[in-house]
């Protein structure tokens, strides 16, 4: 990877593991967040590799198991499902105008059996290693009372018609209003779960939303 070094004003070249790289987390949204700007990166690829199915939404997609999905199969099925959700560009498509999922997912060390006592209901999970567990921020959200298009009252900015994880602007939105929604979000979450929800998206120069502690 080659990036600007924005402290030493100059061009850094970085292997892959001096990234950090973890899910949805780097070294340049963590702990050297807005030290970098990249400005190319390669990629060592297998020709012919096997594609990687691992969620079950994109398994559905091809039901036959015994037949191995070449990689454009796979690239076409996640754009469709992307597509579905409008987290693909589209003319004339107002659901599209988003940073696309707004909010990581939660990877919590609690077992099943805790989480549902203490949420009243076992949301949905996944294992994530180690005794962890993946819950998508999307049941959270919907747990806390937010639906797909929801709107706050005169705000240019709401929640996807599609997707719950999406923030629209829908025209007339300011970055504000985008910081107001996330935070109604997450406090609401954090009060009906206990359960902190963090951002995406990296802020630059505009509002921020609420910031849970980790």
Known sequence: MRAWDRRSEAWAELAAGE??????SSRFNQQDRGRFVIAAVRFRLRPGGAAALRYPELRRQF?????AP???AV???VRGIRRGKAMLLKPGDPECHSAGSFFKNVV???AAAALAERLGAAPPQFAAGAG???IPAAGLIEQAGFHKGYRPEDSGVGLSRRHVLAIVNYGQGTAAEVAALAGQIQSAVAVQTGIALHPEPVWVGA???YQPRR
Do not use: H, I, N, W
């Open 19 to 24: 990234c950090g790289f973890g899910y949805r």
């Open 63 to 67: 039901p036959d198991s015994a037949a």
């Open 70 to 72: 070449s990689l454009a």
């Open 75 to 77: 690239r076409t099925a």
């Open 108 to 110: 919590v060390a609690e």
């Open 132 to 134: 962890q567990v993946k």
């Open 207 to 209: 509002p921020r939303p």
